[in-house]
Every structure is written in structure tokens, then in C-alpha cells.
């Protein structure tokens, strides 16, 4: 696997990973902007009201067409939160020329392209209809969170322990904030973003590289002016002295309730703590050998599921459990208990090698993706952190039970949320 | 133990299949330049197989018993769990059942011997006590409490349950918390002697494989004196209409879901038949209910459906459907709108273009699946079970003619073999007008 990085213009990086293990390759294009309610609600539009046409696709079913044609190619856009940054991300997954008749990288390129930059608009605005259908439908998608009680208690907790914070909102933006956007404000506010935020383009995959630079510049590099990139510093969930543990229960009905709690880390992503906090995080709740999974789970019979999973950009932990409703204090307990456990070096050395070897299988997972590879290289450009997946690790190998037991010294309860499930005739 | 060898050249892609001494099937995927190395060990053992025959004596199976032996072989009589086995090792392991299968699978970047040897001993070694299966009556309880909450696994067996008179496809896989209290350590080890015999089961593994190496961890865990034979799969005649057109269920959730399936009439077929039947019945949902459809397009552009609109289809042996699915404020119109659509096209010649570029899409997918080890394990065990050669797939899409695809349409799509599930918000809510 080779990466490349160019500059096609001040603030576009077009960056290459090229590898030919795969039978599909992958085009992005991602723009980065600030995590604040101003942004969400607009930008998490922008992926629906793409979809619905461009110039010269001007309909859904001709856009959806065109990448039918070129083999069924997936093209679409959506939105990632990282750290306090939001990303807009759009992308084509498409196969390998080696595998089909004909040459469709080229046309992949330029169907991208239509697809980001030209679409329709008219009297310098988006199409209304589109937008009015596409406000209706993001409504829907906002409310029919509820329908996932495991991510909807996670969202939860998520506002609650960064209430105030950049990182408290909601990524997929708010019902009551749909009222004030329109066909205009929101073509202003998409036109804001292609002309300043910070774009990162990546082709990965096999094809003729210098073949796929060219016709990025003629296409991209051309529509996209040189920029000034503004970065926004992410704020860390930081260890607070004498801290107030949020504590927050909510009903719902559903026959299993579930339990999330969130810990400050405040470990900076690019430093060298975050490797013992992975190699922490695996052996207390991120494995399926996990001390939560055993105990928990296994052993205790107090949960289905419970897993624990750090956030290296924003740095937190956050577990998650599903729980019946009147285990609540015994899931909780022994969650705490096991990190207590973690926090004194309770933990054998086959568990951290364990969790080492775990993790190098975890990496295999991503370079063997072409999609995870991407990601993986695009958090760390945000992260400006400059590692391939080997030299991540590389460097948990190197992790002692020293680092890892000052890593769980550094997680500090910050939320507990509990979504209590109760029958239907008890609300 | 002797291999023989399938290719397709053009993918670059080639299988070796070989029947070890004790009637085990094995399968080789080579695959070279992955991290990763997958192997999957499954049997054809799942949630529709209820009366098991061992030895002229037919006991019935309590529902979700299958689930719940796939479960418990992780526990090990030393008090440890295969799991921390494969942990040491640094694999990923994990288990499902599914209707008509219970496989048991690992990922791993090294040792993988090593792993096999953990895998194929941990199945082969059951350990069931009283207090074990007790035990795991909480935790799969919890798991059932888990399902019950699932919006979209309701909406899916209430299909089911609606679709279906006999077939016991229609039964949860996990069963109840009351069928699984019927389960005994007893009954447990006789559903592993009749459906983990050697013949009743498959090994796959994938990536750069030495296969002499691998049969010698074969030989040391698989047995031959435990040969039963490939369990004959019980056809059940079931009729040809569904057992009620359309069922509804209350939950919490902000929108109601749909899903809207056919029920296949032909049972019991599989090999290159089966697999020409999914290949035609997947163009055909492709023309019909794709993105470019005009089914799609008209129905998104009024509101009726959503970006959650989707199509599938899933034809086996023992049973088959294909839907259409999705959230709507007004699921029985789009049920409507779905059966007068499918009376018009039936009445039309198929479009040759759409059918071209469905073609495309296929292709494209097929192409796809050989990105990930995993997925190519996980889908080609379906696929040998159903005594289909995965290599030939892109061929026989191609090589599908129109009149078989009009034929198709015209008998799979047949409103008294559909059934709509629908899943309700609890209260109406003010904003669905």
C-alpha cells in the first residue's frame, strides 16, 4: 500500500492510496467544516438535496441511472463528526477497470464531480421542491431516532455530557431548526462551503495515477479556488476537579432499558497515551474477551451486550449496556468495579497481549478495507497525525502495563444515562 | 485427502473442494495479499429443523434450540470459553444461526492453524451441564427481551408469520423464553450427534492457505466414526398462498415501517437452478424497485417513501421471498401502489435497457464481494450448502435471457402470495397528517 499527498490547489489536498488487492476502488471528496448548531442542520441536508439531481443529471432516477450504467457504482454523500469538526463526505465506490470491458474511471471522476459541484440550482438558489421534500425527510430521519434505543441512548448521552459543548450537538441537526432553511439560505450556505472549508480528495485503490491526477485537476482542481484553511481547535473532554457526576434517567417504552456512561480522558490525540488507552480500552470493555464481557455479561448474567469504546479526537469513553431495568445498580456497579480493577493493575499479562494481538487483527481489518484504509488516513489528517497502520502498530506493541494502568487512571465518570424500559400501560 | 480445483479466470479468482474421510465438506478460497485469513465451519443445522430422527426415535425440538446450542459449544469443560482461547490468539471469533444454519467462524492476521485447531476442537467437544444451560436461559432471554424491542425484526417475522401456514421458517430464531425452558443438557447432545456429524457440516476457509496443513488439523478433531450422513431436509408442503395479506404490530418508533414480500411457490430446489432463480428474481427487483425506477422515483417525489426505501430478495431451499421495505406515513398505499405498478409491468414487455444496466449492477455487486475475506466466506458457505458454484454467478447473469425474466415476472409477483407487515407508532402522533 503506497499514499501520496498533493497540493492541487492552496487548501485541496488530493491524496493517493493505492493498492491492487481490492476488485473496486473508491473517490471522496471531503469538506471540513465547525461543529456548531449553525452548521448541522445544513449541512446534514446537503447529502439529500445532492442526491436529487445536477445539471446534468437533473433528476434522481437520471443521476441513479448514470451510476447504475457505470456497474452499479455507489455514489452518495453523507456526514461524519470528528472531534469538534464536521466533515461533509462525499464518495463513489466503483469497480476496477481490470475486471469489466471497458475503462469507467474517468467517467466515475467526472460523475463525482457533477454530483458535488454542479447541482441544480436556479436565481442562485437550490431547487425548492427538492429542498421542502428533503427538510420533510430529514425531520423523519431525526425523529425515527427513537427507533434504535441503543444509539438513541447513546445520542443521549452524548448531549448530556457535552451540554454546552461544540460536541454536545446532534450531527444529524435539529427539527426545529429545518423552519428557518430554505432553497436560498441553504444554496448560500453550500456555496460558503465549497468555497472555503478545507477539501481533502482521496483516490484509492488500482488505476492509472497520473491519468486519475489529470483529471481531478481539470475537473476539482479547477472549480475548487485556492483556499485559506480554518481549522477549529477541538475542545478535550478534560478531567474536572471535584467533579459533579450527571445523572440522568429517562422512560421509554421497551422491555430492556439501556445504560450509557461517559468518562473525560483528556489525553491530546496526537500524543502517545492514546496507544495505552487503545490497549486499555480493548482489555476493559473493547473485545470480546473484555473484562466487562466476562463479567458483566458472562459471568453475571447482568447484561446482553456491554462494550466500552474510546474517542480519540474528542478523547472519551464511552460503555454501553442493555440491561434489564431492575439490574441497573448491579450493571452499574460492576462496571465501576472493573475499572477500579483496571485503575490497580488488575489485569494479567496475557490479557494485554491479548489486547495487542486483538488490535494488530483490528488493523488487518482496515487494510483490508479500502473504505477503513480511507478513514483511517483521513482522522489522522484531521488529527495531523502522520502514521500508517502499521506504525499504529507499531507503536501499541510498545505499550507497558505501566502506561496502560495510568491510562485507566486518567477515565473520570462524567454522565450516566439510563433509558429505562417500561411496559406500555406504566407511562 | 484429495482437492479439485474451479476457476474463473477473468475474476482471478479460483475454489479447491475436497470430502475429507469422514464425509466433511471442505473448501478452499485462496486469496492472497489480505491481512486477513477467514475460516467459517458451519452445519446445515438451523431454526426450521424441529424433529430431529436420530436412531428411528423422533423427538421435537423445543423452538430455538439450534440458537441456543450455538451459544453454549463456546463453554468448554475446563471452565473456559473458546472465545479467550481465540483471544490469546489475538483472532476475532463469533458464531450466528440462522434458518437453516449454524456456522462458527474467525478472522485472524496470524496463526491461523492455530486458530483452526481452537475451532474445530471447541465444536467438536460439546460440554453441557445443568447449571451451564441454566445459565444461558438468563442471558438468551435477555437476547429474545432484545428483539422484542427491534422494530425491524418484528416488522420481519410478522412477515413471516404472515406469509406463512406451515413452513417453520415463520418461528422466531431464538425461540421464547418459554421454549427455550425446555432445553436440557440431554436434549442438547442429540441435536449435536445427528446435525454436527461430519456429513451434516462445512468447512471454509479463505486466504493463502496451505491445504495439507490444514487436513492434518482435520484429521485430529474431525472423526470418522461419527459419520450420520447429510440430514435430509423435511419439505413441507407448504401451500401456495399466504396465511394472512396483511399484519400489524404497535412499537415505539416515530414512523411506521414497511415490508411488502412474494412468497416463492417452488420448494426444495437448489444447485444451478436455485442459483438462476435468485439471479433472475435480483434483476428482475433491480428493474422494478431500483433506484432509476420509476417506482421509486414517483413514489419518493410524492413523500410516500424515503431513503430507507429497499429490496431484497432471499431464496433458499427451504424457503424463499423477495420484498420491498421502507419507512411511510402511508403504507398501505404503497402497498397499492406496488400490486397496480406489478400489473401494469406484467402487462408490458420489460424494458431491454433497464434490464442491460440491471445487469450492470449485478455484475458490479458480484465483483464486490471478493473485497473481504469475510464476506466471501459468509457467502460462499451459503452458497455450497445450496449446492451452487459461486465462480459462475457473472456468467449466468449475463447469459439471461428476457423471456425468462418476463416469465419470471409474471408468476413470482402474484398479490395472493404477498403479504404486507406493517410496524405502528404507539400514539398518533400530531405531525403525521
Known sequence: MKTDVYEISKGVKLRFIETDKFKTNVLSVYFCLPLCRENVTCAALIPRVLKRGSVKYPTMAQLSRRAEELYGASIGADILKEGDELLIRASAQFVSDSFITETIIKDIAELLYEFVLCPITKDGAFDKTYVEQEKENAKNFIKGLINDKKEYAQVRCNEIMFEGDPYGNFSYGYVEDLECIDEKNLYDFYKDVIETAEVNIFASGCFDKDAVKAEIEKTFGKALSPRDSKRTRTNLAAFEESIKVKEVTEEITASQSKLCMGFNCGIEPASDECYAVAVFSCIYGGSPFSKLFNNVREKLSLAYYVFSAFNRQKSFMRISAGVEAGKFSAAYDEILLQLDMMKNGDFSDDEIASAKKYLKTQVGSIKDSLVATEDFYMTRAMMLVDESPDEFLEKINKVSREEIIAAANKMQLDTVYFLKGVSGDEI | ?433
Open chain 2, 1 to 433: 485427502m484429495r482437492f479439485e480445483k474451479t476457476e474463473n479466470k477473468f475474476l482471478n479468482e479460483s475454489v479447491l473442494f475436497g470430502v475429507h474421510e469422514s464425509g466433511l465438506r471442505v473448501y478452499i478460497v485462496p486469496k492472497k495479499g489480505f491481512s486477513k485469513y477467514y475460516a467459517i465451519y458451519g452445519t446445515e443445522y438451523g431454526s426450521v429443523d424441529r424433529v430431529l430422527n436420530l436412531d428411528g426415535e423422533e423427538v421435537m425440538l423445543p423452538d430455538g434450540i439450534a440458537h441456543f446450542l450455538e451459544h453454549k459449544l463456546f463453554e468448554e469443560e475446563d471452565g473456559k470459553n473458546a472465545f479467550d482461547k481465540f483471544a490469546l490468539t489475538g483472532a476475532s471469533s463469533n458464531a450466528f444461526t440462522s434458518f437453516d444454519m449454524t456456522a462458527y467462524l474467525f478472522s485472524c492476521t496470524d496463526s491461523f492453524y492455530e486458530n483452526l485447531d481452537i475451532l474445530l476442537e471447541f465444536v467438536n467437544n460439546p460440554y453441557f451441564t445443568d447449571e451451564n444451560v441454566a445459565k444461558e436461559q438468563g442471558i438468551i432471554g435477555q437476547e429474545i427481551k432484545m428483539y422484542d424491542d427491534d422494530p425491524d425484526w418484528r416488522l420481519f417475522f410478522n412477515m413471516l408469520q404472515g406469509m406463512y401456514h406451515k413452513n417453520p421458517v415463520k418461528t422466531d430464531i431464538a425461540g421464547t423464553v418459554e421454549s427455550i425452558s425446555h432445553i436440557t443438557p440431554e436434549l442438547l447432545y442429540k441435536c449435536c450427534e445427528a446435525y454436527y456429524n461430519p456429513s451434516n457440516m462445512m468447512l471454509v476457509m479463505v486466504g493463502d492457505i496451505d491445504a495439507k496443513k490444514a487436513v492434518e488439523y482435520i484429521n485430529r478433531h474431525v472423526k470418522t466414526d461419527k459419520d450420520r450422513g447429510r440430514i435430509e431436509k423435511t419439505v413441507c408442503a407448504e401451500p401456495r398462498t399466504v396465511a394472512q395479506k396483511i399484519v400489524r404490530q404497535k412499537l415505539s418508533v416515530s414512523k411506521p415501517l414497511f415490508l411488502m414480500g412474494f412468497k416463492e411457490k417452488e420448494e426444495g430446489i437448489d444447485g444451478e437452478k436455485l442459483l438462476l432463480k435468485q439471479i433472475k428474481t435480483d434483476i428482475l427487483m433491480e428493474v422494478l424497485f431500483g433506484k432509476s425506477s420509476s417506482f421509486f422515483t414517483e413514489l419518493y417525489g410524492e413523500g410516500l417513501i424515503d431513503g430507507s426505501f429497499g429490496k431484497d430478495s432471499e431464496l433458499e431451499r427451504s424457503y424463499g421471498f423477495s420484498s420491498i421495505s421502507g419507512e411511510s406515513s402511508k403504507p398501505e398505499e404503497v402497498y397499492k401502489r406496488a400490486l397496480e405498478y406489478l400489473t401494469e409491468v406484467k402487462e408490458k414487455p420489460l424494458d431491454k435497457s433497464a434490464v442491460d444496466v440491471a445487469k450492470r449492477v449485478l455484475i458490479g455487486r458480484n465483483l464486490r464481494r471478493f473485497n473481504s475475506v469475510e464476506r466471501l466466506g459468509n457467502d460462499f458457505i451459503r452458497s455450497f450448502m445450496n449446492n451452487i458454484n459461486p465462480l459462475e454467478y457473472s456468467e449466468i447473469v449475463e447469459n439471461v435471457s428476457h423471456q425468462e425474466l418476463g416469465e419470471r415476472l409474471r408468476e413470482h409477483f402474484d398479490e395472493e402470495c404477498c403479504t404486507l407487515s406493517i410496524i405502528e407508532p404507539l400514539e398518533e402522533s400530531e405531525n403525521d397528517k
